[in-house]
Antibody, heavy 120, light 110 residues
Framework: QMQLVQSGPEVKRPGTSVKVSCEASGFSFVSSAVQWVRQARGQGLEWIGRIAVGSGDTGFAQKFQERVTITRDMATSTVYLDLSSLRSEDTAVYFC?????????????WGQGTTVTVSS | QSALTQPASMSESPGQSITISCTGTRIDLDDYNSVSWYQQHPGKAPKLIIYDVNNRPSGVSARFSASKSGSTASLTISGLQAEDEADYFCCSYTSSGTVVFGGGTKLTVL
C-alpha cells in the first residue's frame, strides 16, 4: 500500500539543527511532490515547503526560507527536511505528505508524523 | 503568508448537515481551483477528503461535498455521524506557488 514512513522523535537544543526523514513506498516516488507540514500542540497545520521529486525543484514558505533545506535520495525513495537555528517555537509534530502527479491533486499520502522538541 | 480564515469551532446534531467556510484573498482562493480539505482526528495525520474544490478521493463518503465562490470555499457534511467529529482544514495554492492552510475548524457532533 502507499505509505510514507518518517523517522523517530527528536529532542534538540535551541540553535541546533534537526533532520527528519520520510521514506516512500507503494507509489511512483519520481512522479510526486513531497510537502512538509508542521503542527504545534493544539494548533493548526503550517506548510513549510515542498520538493518536486523528479526535478528536485523546491519551494518554501517565506518564514522558513532562510533556515530550511529539503532534499531527496532517489536510491532510497527518501525525502529529508533539515531545519536549522532551532528555537522553542519550532517544537511541533512534523508531517511529510505526497501529492501524486496524475492521481489526485491533493496530499493524499501522509507520514505518521515526527515529534520535534526544542528545549534547553 | 496569512492563513485562510475558518470558524474556530462548530457543532451540530447527528443526522443534520453543516457547512464550514474558508475565506481567503484574491491571491490565494479567488484565482485558483486548487482548494483541498483535510479531516484530522486527534493524534492522527490529516486525511484528504476533497481536492480541486469539489472532488472526492476514492473511498471518501459522498456525504462530503464542497464548492467555491470567489474568495470563499465551503465544505458541507450531510447526515452527520459521530465519526465526523474532527478538525477540518482547508488548503490552497497561492499565486507565488506556496501553500496556505486555514486555521482549522473543530467540529463537534452533539
Amino acid at each position: 500500500q502507499m505509505q510514507l514512513v518518517q523517522s523517530g522523535p527528536e529532542v534538540k537544543r535551541p540553535g541546533t539543527s534537526v533532520k527528519v526523514s520520510c521514506e516512500a513506498s507503494g507509489f511512483s516516488f519520481v512522479s510526486s511532490a513531497v510537502q512538509w507540514v508542521r503542527q504545534a500542540r493544539g494548533q493548526g497545520l503550517e506548510w513549510i515547503g515542498r520538493i518536486a521529486v523528479g526535478s528536485g525543484d523546491t519551494g518554501f514558505a517565506q518564514k522558513f526560507q532562510e533556515r530550511v533545506t529539503i532534499t531527496r535520495d532517489m536510491a532510497t525513495s527518501t525525502v529529508y527536511l533539515d531545519l536549522s537555528s532551532l528555537r522553542s517555537e519550532d517544537t511541533a509534530v512534523y508531517f511529510c505528505a505526497a501529492i501524486r502527479w496524475g492521481a489526485v491533486s491533493g496530499m493524499d499520502v501522509w507520514g505518521q508524523g515526527t515529534t520535534v522538541t526544542v528545549s534547553s | 503568508q496569512s492563513a485562510l480564515t475558518q470558524p474556530a469551532s462548530m457543532s451540530e446534531s447527528p443526522g443534520q448537515s453543516i457547512t464550514i467556510s474558508c475565506t481567503g484573498t484574491r491571491i490565494d482562493l479567488d484565482d485558483y481551483n486548487s482548494v483541498s480539505w483535510y479531516q484530522q482526528h486527534p493524534g492522527k495525520a490529516p486525511k484528504l477528503i476533497i481536492y480541486d474544490v469539489n472532488n472526492r478521493p476514492s473511498g471518501v463518503s459522498a456525504r462530503f461535498s464542497a464548492s467555491k465562490s470567489g474568495s470563499t470555499a465551503s465544505l458541507t457534511i450531510s447526515g452527520l455521524q459521530a465519526e465526523d467529529e474532527a478538525d477540518y482544514f482547508c488548503c490552497s495554492y497561492t499565486s507565488s506557488g506556496t501553500v496556505v492552510f486555514g486555521g482549522g475548524t473543530k467540529l463537534t457532533v452533539l
